[in-house]
């Protein structure tokens, strides 16, 4: 009985310092894991269709795939992104690609303190 106790509590033990590692690891998702909020609602106000979106961690200039994930946004509607890579930054460059070919770059938005971002151009 007490060899299975002892089982039972290294079992235990093992978990949750496996569940320890796992927070601190980068999540599989590309979402970071220290609480902050990285959901941003886009309202698009440019007087045309924003055909792509992507941003880029400003410590790493990488942008990454279409937050918009190939849908467009009409003007004047708006759609929610999570701009989140996963490294857990909050300022970002967004480039949008508007139809017409027109490209609009913004820097430092930082998405951890804003809920709403508007494009103008």
Request: glycine residues 12%; contains cysteine.
């Amino acid at each position: 009985m007490l060899a299975r106790r002892s089982l039972t509590v290294a079992l235990m033990t093992a978990s949750l310092g496996l569940a320890g590692l796992a927070d601190a690891a980068p999540s599989p998702e590309g979402q970071s894991r220290d609480g902050q909020n990285r959901r941003v609602r886009v309202h698009n106000q440019t007087g045309v269709v924003l055909q792509k979106l992507q941003a880029a961690d400003v410590r790493t200039g990488n942008f990454g795939a279409d937050l918009l994930a190939g849908t467009p946004v009409a003007s004047g509607a708006s759609t929610p992104v999570t701009i989140d890579d996963g490294a857990g930054g909050c300022l970002y460059d967004l480039r949008a690609e508007l139809a017409g070919g027109q490209v609009l770059l913004r820097e430092n938005i930082n998405v951890c303190r804003i809920a709403d971002y508007y494009l103008t151009r």
